[in-house]
């Protein structure tokens, strides 16, 4: 089968691979019909994280169900179905707690399970870590461009949301103008936020933060203002009680630390990266400001931002502003590395 | 009248000072009968912290009110009365929702309304940040000596415990065995945690923490375990929910969350300090584990702590391992320095 397969900085190849089988009885072999480059791809594709080569690469799978093991009982062949970005057994204390990335059985893609980016995928525990799409919208391309953020960036904007707390009435501050921010804004509105302030570098992407619900946004950097963290307490008269770290960055977290209200809550999502050795606390410190977040259990969140996808209240798909055949896809990688496209979609 | 003067590293030197006077209406005057030396006297005194020379210090003051200014309404002369380690008007929105240390009207002591360790203070807003001793325990050298921690490590330990969300049958680890981490498991006793495990590097403070209600103690280093964090995850098959931060260094709080379970909250109230560039968030991401804390409140639990201190079910006082005069004071400083004494009660 067809898959891209990572070798060094900037160098993505489509190459034959050897196509995964069931290998444990609660396995699923999914031919994949749609995935995605993400954000968090294009870091050792720029070279500024390690990564084996030549290794697969892709961690947001949707596609047919092929050949199931004997085990499996929540999905059978034919079924259209996605997965998040690692693999969970849906059983461990931390699964039914709904922390599914710290899952005792879990595992990320791209392993011997095969990358997402590729005609095929082996999942593993697929009772726990496939999402089935009824049949009614399972042929339905609207919904399942609209359904496919789940395997990700809307999961993690939506963690952002929840763990800052965010409730009906709030006002909030989302950080990052990237997929998951964009994201981020639309879990704000989606949890009923009457404020929404979007925070960003690119006005083209503010426009999509506000046609996602933010009520105000805020350009940092050229054009706009210089610091966003002091325009943001300037406008809401010391900061807000809810702020969304969408980056990861050492300059996101200050602007997120400083945007939000003393006692507020920074929920982050970002992988830290370019923070030097760490994170300096003392803004938190002395505002009693809380941290909460980290890497997001987005199968917990599936199931119910899957009823409201396919109910029509929740559509992330604007993201994905270029679509490539998986032929194209270091075109996909070239244009999210220069900014041209937000996110990527790839059609094996 | 006669005040500690810092001069320098390891230079605090009794002198003859101005006494203060009240300025504003909302002043009282007090006159100092209990004081106390802290943890974070020590960081100028051993030169880990900047503090201008010379300057009056210590900021927990006990004594009785000499004089009121015309517009104090909740205390008058003659009144015992404590203070919180900051000046807060109780009337802001953020002395409204029990963040004091966020007042906007706020001051910390040493300034011009003079350190705690002296003969006097003046209190501005006064009506916000004194707590008044009931009359009838006014004179009660036993209730006097257990309030006085309220003045800050109580509340602080307290307010670790708070932001850790201990809870009624919950497991938590306390790590730090100063006077913090201390009160931090009276603390928790007090908010009902059934297994309490006390983490330190002191075998005699690890026996008062037993005293104080730890179910469990971990030495760490000379004669205990390597590592503290590892032992926990260990007893605890895991880790622990909610885990008390008492210390605020590095190595502190990296066992702090090597000790958390998954998805798990750490309450932090150290002043951060000996981190080099910051904080490693990346435990903390990977594992959804939650940073909550900062400066403690300590004005919003004083009356709340107070009225189970003269009920006679909350003791701190065992944390004063030694008592000088304020002409002694520099032996005070000296003896805990040099871990002789974990807290020193100072009476002018």
Not at 69 to 86: C, I, L, W
Not at 138 to 146: F, K, P, T, V
Not at 186 to 191: G, N
Request: charged share 25%; hydrophobic share 40%.
């Amino acid at each position: 089968m067809r898959a891209a397969v990572y070798h060094g900085e900037r160098d993505v190849r489509v190459e034959d691979v050897e196509r995964p089988e069931i290998e444990d009885p609660g396995d699923a072999l999914v031919r994949v019909t749609h995935t995605a480059v993400c954000g968090s791809d294009l870091w050792p594709y720029r070279g500024q994280s390690d990564r084996d080569t030549p290794s697969r690469i892709g961690h947001e799978p949707m596609g047919i169900v092929e050949e199931v093991g004997e085990d499996v009982r929540s999905v059978q062949p034919g079924d259209r179905v996605f997965a998040p970005f690692v693999v969970s057994c849906g059983e461990c204390e931390f699964c039914r707690r709904g922390l599914h990335t710290s899952c005792v059985n879990g595992d990320g893609w791209g392993g011997d399970n095969g990358g997402a980016q590729g005609e095929y995928v082996r999942a593993p525990h697929a009772d726990g870590t496939l999402v089935r799409i009824p049949d009614r919208y399972a042929d339905d391309e609207d919904s399942l461009q609209a359904a496919l953020p789940l395997t990700d960036v809307m999961g993690t904007g939506h963690h952002a949301a929840v763990s800052a707390g965010v409730a009906a009435g709030d006002t909030c501050v989302v950080v990052g103008d990237g997929a998951v921010g964009l994201c981020g804004v639309l879990a704000a509105r989606r949890l009923g936020a009457s404020r929404i302030i979007a925070v960003g570098h690119h006005a083209d992407r503010l426009d999509i933060a506000e046609e996602f619900g933010a009520t105000e946004t805020v350009l940092e950097g050229d054009g706009g203002v210089d610091d966003a963290a002091e325009h943001v307490a300037d406008i809401t008269g010391g900061g807000a009680e809810h702020v969304l770290e969408c980056v990861g960055a050492a300059g996101a977290m200050e602007t997120a630390v400083g945007a939000a209200r003393p006692g507020g809550t920074v929920g982050y999502v970002g992988v830290p990266h370019g923070m030097g050795d760490g994170l300096d606390l003392f803004p938190f410190f002395g505002d009693n400001v809380t941290l909460s977040g980290g890497i997001a259990p987005v199968r917990a969140y599936a199931d119910e931002l899957l009823a409201d996808v396919l109910g029509g209240t929740l559509d992330p798909s604007p993201i994905f502003t270029k679509t490539v055949s998986l032929d194209d896809i270091a075109d996909g990688y070239r244009a999210m590395d220069e900014r041209e496209a937000i996110k990527v979609l790839v059609k094996p």
